[in-house]
């Protein structure tokens, strides 16, 4: 299969808000660690898409919709807010629905759609073809209060420890896809 983008990052627009005036919210900051973290473990620039602009009530176009079949890997920023908006998990359901067709969903035991939590959702509430993964938790929750500390490339050494995994399991994938 000819494959035109590499990977198409899912995620809800409020997700990628941020607190601070012109600064990058998280999934913009997510985007591009991600992106050169996979360029320098495979030595190449990949292509990674995402849309930043359309909004709930735009219409979900049928170019929209091919693209899917068109691109290797899905991963999807798994929050409060994506699991409520019926954009995002039509994505989910439509980029299952084109890689069933372009070479299957599951390749060598290793899904095609990686699961990023933000921050925690429960299972019950999760995308259902997302359930059964692990995912990529990047976030702690502290034991004693409950409370949820979100990493962040600025700040914490855990952001880029799973980072790093998702990027290796992510080229890994991308390398079987070729």
């Excluded at 079949?69 to 954009?87: A, D």
Aim: glycine share 6%; net charge negative.
């Amino acid at each position: 299969m000819n494959f035109e983008n590499d990977i198409y990052i899912s995620y809800a627009h409020l997700d990628d808000a941020s607190g601070v005036e012109g600064a990058n919210g998280w999934v913009t900051e997510f985007h591009q660690s991600l992106k050169v973290r996979l360029a320098q473990l495979l030595g190449r620039q990949l292509r990674i898409w995402r849309d930043d602009k359309l909004q709930g009530n735009d219409f979900f176009t049928t170019e929209m919709e091919s693209q899917f079949r068109l691109t290797k890997i899905m991963i999807c920023i798994i929050t409060p807010r994506y699991v409520k908006s019926e954009w995002c998990l039509r994505e989910v359901d439509l980029f299952y629905k084109g890689a069933e067709q372009a070479g299957g969903a599951v390749v060598e035991n290793r899904s095609r759609i990686f699961k990023i939590m933000k921050t925690p959702v429960p299972l019950e509430e999760q995308p259902e073809k997302l359930r059964t993964m692990l995912g990529y938790p990047f976030f702690n929750t502290d034991a004693a209060t409950g409370s949820t500390k979100e990493f962040r490339v600025s700040d914490n050494i855990e952001y880029w420890s799973i980072l790093d995994d998702l990027a290796n399991d992510v080229a890994q994938l991308i390398e079987k896809l070729k």
